[in-house]
């Protein structure tokens, strides 16, 4: 059963596949996501709500890095329509709008603002955008519904795979140990001279500030691999940098999972699970777990 927090969110595939045009709604919110290949433009664009007044993000790479396009308008299928010719780059775009149109110029230059400036914040993505757009003048409930509207975008993205605004950077490591009297995790190579301290948060592996990670990703064929590209991009975005021959994290950084954040650390494909020990023990993180489990099983019989 969902705790109060929870929200139902509806996926619909228009043509039945993963990859295609699909809309996100979420129950009880006026918003309305579209997402569609731009393979697939013409006809998202044919659709009713891609007149409507609204925000759309155009997503893609250039270079091997990725970009991304906020932008917003009175009938943004105008607007896509003029940047399917004059931006190369993109290979998807988003559109966000509200089922009864009843977004005005106003709301959707706000939301436009806010998002940019997440987007900048987070910096998975270079921005096509020039600049920041500063936010227009709202009423003190336009305010407040516009933060509620964006709250719902930002749940939505995620699951549409889409995490430009999704953050991984997290609080302190003492606010982190406040609020969690969290197991400590570490991944230690003497031979590669790394050092790496984590702790579990809200189901994320963290990698806390300090931790030593490899300096260079040696296998040329997987550097390529999601894992490569996330150990390159970490480096891109200044959160592991060089220091003594190692990369250091800035920050603290939350991984999916114990492989993820241990594939890093040793920049190669690693089984984060036996890797990662639980902090002066010889307790692997999957033992770890595996304790937990049974200690659970014990408690509910």
Do not use: C
Not at 72 to 86: A, L, M, P
Not at 90 to 101: C, G, K, Q, R, V
Request: proline share 4%; no cysteine; net charge negative.
């Amino acid at each position: 059963m969902a705790g109060p927090d929870g929200r139902s969110l509806e996926l619909y595939f228009i043509d039945g596949k993963p990859d295609g045009m699909m809309t996100a709604e979420v129950f009880n919110w006026t918003g309305h996501v579209l997402m569609a290949p731009r393979t697939q433009i013409g006809a998202a664009l044919s659709r009713r709500e891609a007149r409507y007044t609204g925000v759309y993000i155009l997503l893609g790479e250039q270079d091997g890095v990725p970009r991304a396009y906020i932008g917003e308008g009175e009938d943004i299928s105008s607007r896509i329509k003029n940047h399917d010719t004059q931006k190369d780059w993109w290979t998807s775009a988003i559109l966000i709008t509200s089922a009864a149109n009843n977004l005005h110029k106003a709301h959707v230059q706000y939301l436009e603002a806010r998002l940019i400036e997440t987007a900048r914040s987070v910096a998975k993505a270079e921005l096509d955008n020039g600049t920041t757009p500063k936010r227009p003048s709202l009423s003190e409930s336009g305010i407040s519904n516009m933060e509620a509207f964006l709250d719902y975008v930002l749940l939505v993205l995620p699951a549409l795979r889409v995490d430009l605004f999704l953050e991984n950077k997290r609080v302190r490591v003492q606010e982190i140990a406040a609020v969690i009297p969290s197991v400590t995790f570490e991944l230690i190579s003497t031979r590669l001279g790394i050092r790496a301290t984590a702790l579990l948060q809200d189901g994320e592996f963290v990698v806390l500030q300090g931790s030593i990670a490899r300096a260079e990703w040696p296998h040329a064929q997987t550097s390529s691999s999601t894992y490569g590209q996330l150990y390159h991009d970490l480096i891109r975005r200044g959160i592991l940098v060089p220091e003594a021959g190692h990369l250091v994290f800035t920050e603290n950084y939350a991984f999916k999972s114990p492989s993820a954040a241990a594939s890093v650390v040793n920049a190669r494909h690693s089984n984060g699970p036996s890797d990662w020990k639980v902090a002066g023990t010889e307790t692997t993180y999957r033992q770890w777990e595996v304790d937990q489990l049974l200690q659970l099983v014990d408690e509910q019989q």
